[in-house]
């Protein structure tokens, strides 16, 4: 069984969350079966950007990355909290393990920024919040970033994406590094893509 571990901080957005959840557990039951999401959280009690409360099934505290496959980000808005959480030591230090391990790390829009702030995209090519005059695009690039203004960008085992129009193509994609393409194709026909 490949795990996902969901990072989640205060303030994410939950349909760049849900996409994580609903694409890994379409696999589960109606796909191959070999993957699971572990949703996991900087607090025991999450409130999403527009006020959606969560609670995840673990805290940052008790993650094994060793028991993991690979981790995906949801954004989320700055008004909310998210990058008191998702720029915290502890948060950054996930990150980092995770691709010390090179396994996959997959994130949607401004998610990419921790991802650069933990250090781990220096020197690589990575994109984010491309609208609002780029100007998450432009803090990207402060952390030694190649920014790319596309939809989606890979390097190595880190993908990340623009906006949330790309969520369900990064989650997609996910499976598919998780799976195979065949398999990947076949939960998208079976979730009506």
């Known amino acids: ?3 996902v571990l969901l990072l989640l901080a205060n303030g994410f957005e939950a349909v760049e969350a849900s996409v994580f959840t609903d694409v890994i557990g379409w696999n ?3 796909g191959d079966g070999s993957t699971k999401l572990v949703t996991v ?3 025991e009690k999450l409130k999403c950007t527009f006020n959606f409360t969560v609670i995840p099934e673990m805290t940052l505290d008790e993650v094994d990355v060793d028991e993991f496959d690979a981790l995906a980000i949801p954004g989320g808005f700055e008004e909310a909290g998210f990058y008191q959480d998702a720029y915290s030591e502890e948060f950054l230090n996930i990150i980092r393990k995770f691709d010390q391990a090179n396994k996959i790390i997959a994130s949607i829009c401004v ?3 921790p991802i650069a702030k933990s250090g781990v995209l220096d020197g690589r090519k990575a994109t984010s919040y491309n609208l609002k005059d780029g100007i998450r695009q432009k803090e990207l690039a402060t952390y030694g970033v190649h920014v790319v203004n596309q939809p989606i960008v890979i390097d190595n085992n ?3 994406s623009y906006n949330p ?5 990064v989650a997609f994609k996910l499976l598919e590094q998780l799976t195979s393409e065949e398999n990947c194709n076949y939960v998208k ?3 009506g893509f």
């Open 28 to 30: 589960q039951l109606s």
């Open 111 to 113: 998610a990419s920024l």
């Open 41 to 43: 959280g900087t607090r």
């Open 165 to 169: 129009s790309t969520a369900f193509d």
């Open 189 to 191: 026909k079976l979730m």
């Open 158 to 160: 880190i993908i990340t």
């Open 1 to 3: 069984m490949k795990k």
